[in-house]
């Protein structure tokens, strides 16, 4: 027997849809600047920092690029209230975002800070800057320009990680189609539309990100 489409089913769930799709953009932005500045904090130290510092920032980084996201983010929701730490579940989804993507940016970061040439270094060295001060004016500006696009995408796999906040009952894009599914038995028609609605999503994250490029780095839109 042929498998029957019907789609007028979901028309009475677009509020669940519309504040599943909100959630999502919010856990995003939110968590998405937060582990950029994260990552951009932990690149200057593995890269430029302290000794000290380094071995603490790496274990860091090794720890949360080697677990589970999921785990992670249990970790933080049932695992921290042990410890006298509560949190809602949206307040633990975005800190178990930061912390993750804080992670992978502090490598993707690292990596541009350290293909820049050691010529800029020294001009700031040579205009009396500090090594914080030459870092932030003449260092990382350009490595943020080399590493952008893989800086982009990983904050699209952040976006489609936040799928797994459905599993503390943020109520995100997933867990609005789990909610839609359980009620009107259509799984087939409400992931087509997650997976359309998480396409336009990462497109659009894509297209934010690029613009974003083109304020923060004049001189490459002028080259085009």
């Given at each position: 027997m042929a498998y029957s489409f019907d789609f007028?089913?979901?028309?009475?769930y677009v509020p669940v849809i519309a504040k599943g799709v909100a959630v999502t953009v919010e856990l995003?932005?939110?968590?998405?600047?937060?582990g950029v500045a994260v990552g951009i904090a932990c690149a200057?130290?593995?890269?430029?920092?302290p000794g000290w510092l380094k071995p603490i920032v790496s274990a860091y980084v090794e720890l949360i690029r080697n677990t589970p996201f999921l785990i992670q983010l249990f970790f933080i929701f049932?695992?921290?209230?042990?410890?006298?730490?509560?949190?809602?579940?949206?307040?633990?989804?975005?800190?178990?975002m930061v912390v993750n993507l804080g992670a992978?940016?502090?490598?993707?970061?690292?990596?541009?800070?350290?293909?820049t040439p050691r010529?800029?270094?020294?001009?700031g060295a040579s205009l009396a800057m500090s090594p914080l001060q030459t870092f932030r004016h003449v260092v990382l500006v350009p490595a943020?320009?080399?590493?952008w696009p893989a800086l982009s995408s990983q904050m699209v796999i952040v976006m489609f990680g936040s799928a797994v906040c459905s599993q503390i009952s943020v109520e995100e894009l997933t867990f609005a189609a789990n909610f839609i599914q359980s009620r009107t038995f259509r799984a087939?028609?409400?992931?087509?539309?997650?997976t359309l609605i998480y396409l336009l999503l990462a497109v659009l994250l894509r297209q934010a990100m690029r613009g974003i490029g083109l304020i923060l780095f004049p001189r490459r839109r002028a080259a085009r």
């Open positions: 007028s089913s979901l028309g009475d995003i932005v939110v968590g998405g600047a937060i200057w130290a593995r890269a430029l920092g049932f695992g921290l209230p042990a410890a006298g730490v509560s949190l809602t579940e949206m307040q633990a989804a975005i800190l178990a992978y940016a502090c490598e993707i970061i690292r990596a541009g800070i350290e293909a010529g800029q270094f020294e001009a943020l320009q080399k590493i087939f028609e409400v992931y087509i539309l997650a």
